[in-house]
């Protein structure tokens, strides 16, 4: 009796998947569409578009979504559409047995505001991504501003590894090694909120605390750099007092150069 067990029972387990697969298959091809539910994980830094504005995109570009069957809605085209949005990072369309459309929706978060001479705007993320400002929402982020190169091919980019004449762009990149390099930095992300492209074609550095000015260069040796003026922070700032300089020059290696007020 054992012995027929052992057979029957893997039979029966296996003509119950086969039923079940089967009926699944069935049912989801007479599944209809009842709700749309948008997932959203904003923060304050990327709140571009709320879920109405999702939602919106999504009526707008496939009429056919509630009360139409799962399997007649184009889940790929519509996540395609949403990921052409400059502000959106990724986007996934799902649905559960129980009729209910899933549209989760990641946004990019901007590390920097970029305000260039001529008065225009970009934000840029963590891998190069660039999209204007939108309506009133203005994230708590660094700014950098200066004479920074600003031309058509900026404006029709999404990505700075997009342009091709980087050497003509080159302090868009270097930026964005010195944003990355700050952000990863706990000490530096809580005391560095502004860098500024200067006429000599070098990055300045404005501190939370403190009334000098950091004098950085370009985006080499960032780490010895940082690691200099942590050094001076750490063993003379902190007794002399943070005002009593103006200039603190990194520029050079291995060594700091401070010019008193």
């Known amino acids: 009796m054992k012995r027929i067990a052992n057979i029957i029972l893997p039979l029966l387990l296996t003509a119950y998947l086969v039923l079940f697969l089967s009926f ?4 989801s091809g007479e599944l209809l569409c009842n709700d749309l539910q948008i997932i959203m994980d904003d923060t304050l830094k990327s709140g ?3 879920k109405l504005d ?26 395609n559409k949403i990921r052409t949005l400059p502000y959106i990072k990724e986007a996934e369309i ?20 970029v305000l260039t001479k001529t008065g225009s705007g970009y934000y840029m993320d963590n891998e190069g991504y660039l999209f204007s400002p939108k309506g009133d929402f203005t994230p708590y982020i660094m ?29 868009w990149f270097e930026l964005l090694m010195i944003l990355n390099f700050i952000r990863n930095d706990k000490f ?27 004098l950085l260069g370009n985006a080499e040796n960032l780490e010895l750099k940082f690691r200099n003026l942590k050094i001076l922070y750490e063993e003379g700032l902190a007794y002399e007092g943070w005002n009593n300089y103006e200039i603190i020059n ?5 060594q700091v150069i401070c010019s008193k007020r």
Request: hydrophobic fraction near 35%; proline fraction near 3%; glycine fraction near 4%.
């Open 24 to 27: 699944s298959a069935n049912r």
């Open 143 to 171: 700014v950098a501003n200066g004479y920074f190169t600003e031309g058509n091919e900026i404006k029709a980019i999404r990505n700075i590894s997009d342009l091709s004449d980087t050497d003509k762009y080159k302090e």
């Open 188 to 214: 530096w992300r809580s005391q560095l909120v502004q860098i500024y492209y200067n006429r000599n074609q070098e990055f300045e550095i404005i501190p939370r605390v403190g009334a000098h000015q950091i």
């Open 54 to 79: 999702i939602e919106h995109i999504i009526l707008s570009e496939e009429k056919e979504i509630l009360g139409y069957p799962v399997t007649a809605i184009n889940t790929r085209k519509l996540e």
């Open 94 to 113: 799902y649905h559960d047995l129980n009729g209910i459309m899933y549209v989760k929706v990641l946004q990019r978060e901007p590390i920097v505001k």
């Open 48 to 50: 571009f578009l709320d």
């Open 250 to 254: 990194l520029k050079y290696n291995n």
